[in-house]
């Protein structure tokens, strides 16, 4: 590809609405082109290496026993009502009508249309275990798009899915999909931690992401520095010790509170710990207010919270919802809080699992202004539900088995990431759902055990970039740049660099490399500045003064010098340069 005939230019100055390093350089080596919030154009470069991810990929899928075919992106309404996730992913889901309105939606994953098709071809045991897998555009539409190409609004997705008779095949798939993940991300030069996850609206029991870890992430980890155990912050387990238990519990007592509002407020004014509190925080839970307790120095955990409720709808509640609720900002509690509300149905109440453990908590007093001291739990008030609801902190201590000991109980660190791809256990929970079957050797129907695997290539895409750049620009992976060579022409007016150029072009193609050839007559510094930009693994620099001296020029985008070689004998040179 000649430059001079290139679709998209490079731009000299950093984008003002770049959000992060990949995105910075996706917009001015013009590999892409925002068309709306999370939706990308994507220019001729970037599809080259798009079409590399996607080798590898398959790749990958293939030597681990993957089928590749293709679903479609347009949905009915009835398999994803059949499965319940028109109402768990309803505010992501772009749906529309036909012309005899007929209801469809835009597939943002494809887990009821593949057992559509499981449950016309799988009928035996004999069938299974069965991995099948695509590489197809996703629609989700997300309220936020950012980071570039990081959440988007339409992306493609490598999907695969497993179906195995039981758990313990189950296991053995999940297993070669977590190997092959591994192989990809490496592949393409990413390093990544696998982090136990939630399943979120996926569904099914046991799930492990690939983290990149980088401070431009929108997703949290906590990681041990001492077992290696990683998880996101969604269901990262910590442990969790009473503060205050030594104490023998005291009468209960009202004080007035008048301004304090806030639970750092009130500790300071008492002069106690924030962990001699207990924080009221206000959540709707599928459309009912729930009243959250929790020890006064912890946040809620809302993936947690969502669990031990087991609910699909649940968000922190508005000034308006607050005040429909009866609820007392600011001086809110457990203590009585029915019998004080209006007549209405009662409020489930959901306490953290470290507050039993607590004595002589300060707590809301369900009046402006008041509080209560020596709020203790079962003597003043019981909770609906007590669960682990706590989030885990930088610093937490790592709940992990340890050698010799019950726990690991090494502080932990909280790092920020970027999910590169998941892998799901969903278990019979879609085949129970939708019917999926399969006769066992008995000759008794069981449903099938499947599992779901995901990765994104855009996102991946742009992770590589994030891991691979410095202050001049990308430096692809070899097996991901969209060109291997990258052939430099300095003074092409002249004809003997032209000439020579020429020739280079054409042997180096002749032999299978890709090669982006700078024609263009532009100045050194233009043309030695996109080429670190573009990234590309080679160098080949032709000029008048290396012409004199019967050589070229080779240059390692990864390494700060260049070398002389030959011009007679350049093409096996450059060729075991691109392999080194």
């Known amino acids: 590809m000649r430059m001079s005939q290139l679709f998209g230019k490079t731009l000299r100055q950093d984008p003002a609405e770049a959000e992060t390093p990949s995105h910075r350089l996706l917009l001015r080596a013009g590999l892409v082109h925002q068309i709306a919030a999370g939706v990308y154009a994507f220019l001729p470069l970037a599809w080259r290496a798009l079409h590399n991810v996607e080798r590898i990929i398959r790749e990958e899928m293939d030597a681990a026993g993957g089928q590749e075919l293709m679903l479609p992106a347009i949905h009915p309404i009835e398999i994803w009502q059949a499965s319940g996730r028109d109402q768990t992913m309803k505010d992501i889901l772009f749906r529309f009508s036909d012309k005899r309105n007929r209801e469809f939606v835009l597939g943002p994953t494809h887990e009821e249309v593949i057992v559509e098709l499981f449950k016309r071809n799988v009928h035996s045991y004999r069938d299974l275990p069965l991995l099948v897998y695509q590489i197809q555009q996703k629609f989700r539409d997300e309220p936020r798009p950012r980071g570039g190409l990081i959440r988007l609004r339409q992306f493609t997705m490598k999907d695969l899915y497993s179906f195995d008779t039981d758990f313990e095949g189950l296991d053995v798939s999940y297993r070669k999909m977590y190997e092959a993940y591994t192989r990809i991300f490496d592949r393409c030069g990413i390093p990544t931690v696998p982090a136990l996850a939630d399943s979120g609206a996926m569904g099914g029991r046991d799930t492990h992401e690939f983290i990149y870890l980088t401070e431009y992430g929108e997703d949290t980890c906590l990681l041990c520095p001492k077992c290696g155990y990683a998880a996101n912050a969604e269901v990262a387990a910590f442990v969790k010790e009473p503060a205050h238990n030594a104490e023998e519990p005291k009468p209960i007592e009202e004080i007035p509170t008048p301004g304090l509002y806030t639970i750092q407020s009130l500790a300071d004014h008492l002069g106690l710990p924030t962990s001699k509190t207990c924080k009221a925080v206000f959540y709707s839970a599928d459309g009912e207010p729930v009243f959250v307790a929790i020890r006064g120095d912890m946040d809620v955990n809302e993936s947690k919270l969502r669990h031990a409720l087991g609910t699909t709808d649940l968000h922190y509640m508005s000034e308006d919802e607050v005040a429909a609720a009866g609820f007392v900002p600011g001086s809110a509690g457990a203590v009585g809080l029915n019998e004080r509300l209006p007549a209405a149905p009662r409020v489930r109440i959901i306490a953290d699992d470290l507050l039993p453990e607590e004595v002589n908590l300060v707590a809301g007093a369900n009046k402006p202004d008041a509080h209560l001291l020596n709020v203790n739990y079962s003597?003043?008030?019981?909770?609906?539900?007590?669960?682990?609801?706590?989030?885990?902190?930088?610093?937490?201590?790592?709940?992990?088995?340890?050698?010799?000991?019950?726990?690991?109980?090494?502080?932990?660190?909280?790092?920020?990431?970027?999910?590169?791809?998941?892998?799901?256990?969903?278990?019979?929970?879609?085949?129970?759902?939708?019917?999926?079957?399969?006769?066992?050797?008995?000759?008794?129907?069981?449903?099938?055990?499947?599992?779901?695997?995901?990765?994104?290539?855009?996102?991946?895409?742009?992770?590589?970039?994030?891991?691979?750049?410095?202050?001049?620009?990308?430096?692809?992976?070899?097996?991901?740049?969209?060109?291997?060579?990258?052939?430099?022409?300095?003074?092409?007016?002249?004809?003997?660099?032209?000439?020579?150029?020429?020739?280079?072009?054409?042997?180096?193609?002749?032999?299978?490399?890709?090669?982006?050839?700078?024609?263009?007559?532009?100045?050194?510094?233009?043309?030695?500045?996109?080429?670190?930009?573009?990234?590309?693994?080679?160098?080949?620099?032709?000029?008048?003064?290396?012409?004199?001296?019967?050589?070229?020029?080779?240059?390692?985008?990864?390494?700060?010098?260049?070398?002389?070689?030959?011009?007679?004998?350049?093409?096996?040179?450059?060729?075991?340069?691109?392999?080194?």
Not at 441 to 457: C, D, F, H, L, N
Request: aromatic content about 6%; hydrophobic content about 40%.
């Open 379 to 580: 003597r003043d008030w019981e909770a609906d539900t007590v669960a682990d609801i706590a989030l885990a902190g930088e610093g937490s201590l790592c709940a992990a088995p340890g050698h010799g000991e019950s726990q690991c109980r090494t502080p932990m660190d909280l790092r920020r990431g970027i999910e590169m791809g998941q892998v799901f256990k969903l278990g019979t929970f879609y085949a129970e759902k939708l019917g999926a079957t399969y006769l066992d050797a008995e000759g008794k129907q069981r449903p099938a055990v499947m599992g779901s695997y995901g990765i994104g290539t855009e996102r991946l895409l742009a992770a590589i970039i994030e891991a691979n750049h410095d202050e001049r620009g990308i430096i692809w992976p070899t097996e991901i740049a969209p060109f291997q060579v990258h052939l430099v022409a300095l003074q092409p007016e002249r004809e003997e660099v032209r000439s020579a150029a020429e020739e280079l072009y054409d042997n180096l193609q002749s032999n299978g490399l890709a090669v982006l050839y700078d024609d263009r007559e532009e100045t050194t510094g233009v043309k030695f500045n996109d080429a670190d930009l573009l990234g590309t693994p080679l160098r080949v620099t032709v000029s008048p003064r290396t012409l004199e001296k019967g050589s070229l020029e080779v240059k390692r985008r990864s390494e700060k010098e260049s070398e002389l070689v030959p011009l007679d004998g350049a093409l096996s040179l450059i060729e075991a340069a691109i392999s080194r």
